[in-house]
């Protein structure tokens, strides 16, 4: 690992609340991947910068995650071809073979962030399908607005379990198919179901995500 003067890695933390506490960024994508990397030099891990920075650790672990993509979408960053780091964090999360794909389709306007949070949701389920097919399944599925909703099976609870689960708080109209592999469950909502959903998540002051793990529990009948 590369060592940083007392200054330099200031100076990365500085540029990092600058950049990262604004909705405005002062600067560019692959730049403050690079301040990161300083400045994780001196605290270690993500959640002691987080504190020292005042951010949530999950914002910089996406920022973190770029890294992790390959050389021809981290030029497409560098270009400013991309610039969301949700975007970035969700094509990091493919398999190499298909970063460079679905980074294209972004640029070109075919895929949103939401759709590849999609695609990513899907290539689990779908591992050997050519990922042409999985991006036009994910744009196909816009129209008849359904909503993908990937999470973790706990092992000492059913497959039917879960789904039992589901049923309860959402309905069964509302569920359009449901599987799991290798304790990743993954299921698909039509529009009620979303909208379910979102109300009940109001209802119980929750996140969505939260309130995902709380069905999954049976605590929402």
């Not at 993509?69 to 975007?87: E, F, H, M, S």
């Not at 389709?105 to 075919?110: E, F, L, T």
């Not at 529009?191 to 529990?217: C, H, M, P, V």
Request: net charge positive.
């Amino acid at each position: 690992m590369k060592l940083y003067t007392q200054d330099e890695v200031e100076a990365a933390v500085a540029a990092l609340i600058a950049s990262t506490k604004r909705v405005r960024r002062s600067l560019k994508l692959l730049e403050i991947v690079h301040n990161l990397e300083i400045a994780l030099t001196e605290y270690g891990s993500l959640s002691k910068l987080a504190d020292a920075i005042g951010i949530s650790s999950e914002m910089l672990r996406q920022f973190s995650r770029v890294d992790k993509l390959i050389q021809p979408v981290k030029q497409l960053i560098a270009d400013g071809a991309i610039n969301g780091v949700d975007v970035a964090d969700r094509l990091s999360r493919l398999p190499v073979t298909d970063q460079l794909p679905v980074a294209n389709a972004v640029i070109h306007g075919n895929l949103t962030s939401n759709d590849v949070r999609a695609i990513v949701s899907l290539r689990k389920a779908l591992p050997k399908e050519k990922i042409g097919k999985v991006i036009e399944r994910v744009k196909n599925s816009r129209s008849i607005k359904q909503y993908v909703i990937e999470f973790l099976i706990p092992s000492h609870k059913t497959e039917e379990y879960i789904r039992e689960c589901f049923v309860k708080a959402l309905s069964k109209r509302s569920i359009v198919s449901f599987s799991s592999k290798r304790g990743i469950g993954l299921i698909t909502l039509n529009a009620d179901g979303k909208r379910r959903l979102e109300d009940i998540a109001r209802q119980e002051k929750l996140t969505k995500r939260a309130l995902i793990n709380k069905i999954i529990s049976g605590a929402i009948n």
